[in-house]
């Protein structure tokens, strides 16, 4: 029965810090399915319905609301349990009216922030890498394990827009100076400010990026850390009316 647990399962202690659960309650918490965010930057759909949102008492009510079908992540309907669940996802309850995007607070723990209905049709992807395909256009491989077909010239660093669940790419958003990003690693994740100078190194040293708050002050970040949510100001809502 051990060996089949630690297929299904995962020791509570040996969990994510960013998840949501205390790990002396119980032995085993679920394990994440192989899918679009790896283990350290997801969360499996059952702790987002019982731990965080609240929607069920236990697993097995949990288990039964997602086999059900009522839950939407980027428009479509996940009914594994164990679906992860990652960074600029929509998750969606439409029963109960409840829209989330998924981001990062300032402890690096992964929240579902509320937005409203103008909001649920799309969602933002980073460019980790792009193929030029046979055609002459271009496929981009986005953050979320997704990919999309273009003809704009786009690099690594920028972010589109994606219409969801068409994943129609709507706009698309520049890593330049001036626009606004959104730290989504190091000690400085979940600040938000604008991007105000970028370093590109030609050496082993990693390239950087210095981001100003809104309250005038400072800090450096690692170019990788840095999400682009918008030119002049962000396009999506965030924690605290930001």
Same mark, same amino acid.
């Given at each position: 029965m051990a060996k089949m647990g630690s297929r299904k399962h995962l020791k509570r202690f040996k969990s994510p810090k960013h998840w949501p659960i205390h790990p002396k309650e119980d032995k085993w918490t679920v394990k994440p399915s192989a899918g679009p965010h790896a283990i350290e930057s997801s969360l499996p759909l059952m702790i987002v319905i019982r731990d965080i949102l609240g929607i069920a008492d236990n697993s097995r009510e949990a288990k039964r609301i997602i086999n059900n079908g009522d839950v939407?992540?980027?428009? !479509?309907?996940?009914? $594994?349990? %164990?679906?992860?669940?990652?960074?600029?996802?929509?998750?969606?309850?439409?029963?109960?009216?409840?829209?989330? !995007?998924?981001?990062? $607070?300032? %402890?690096g723990r992964l929240i579902l922030h509320q937005i409203k209905q103008e909001n649920v049709e799309f969602k933002l992807c980073k460019i980790e890498n792009k193929t030029t395909l046979k055609n002459g256009k271009t496929q981009l491989n986005l953050h979320d394990g997704r990919n999309a077909i273009t003809d704009d010239q786009l690099n690594a660093g920028d972010v589109?827009?994606?219409k969801i669940p068409e994943q129609e790419v709507i706009e698309s958003i520049k890593f330049e100076e001036s626009t606004i990003g959104l730290v989504t690693g190091g000690k400085h994740t979940g600040e938000i400010g604008k991007i105000k100078e970028i370093n590109i190194t030609k050496s082993s040293m990693p390239n950087t990026v210095v981001i100003e708050t809104e309250n005038n002050k400072t800090f450096l970040t690692l170019k990788d850390y840095v999400f682009v949510i918008g030119k002049d100001e962000p396009a999506i809502s965030l924690p605290g009316g930001k």
């Open positions: 939407l992540v980027d428009g !479509r309907a996940r009914k $594994d349990y %164990k679906f992860p669940v990652g960074f600029m996802d929509v998750v969606q309850i439409p029963k109960n009216e409840g829209i989330y !995007r998924v981001l990062p $607070d300032e %402890k589109i827009k994606l």
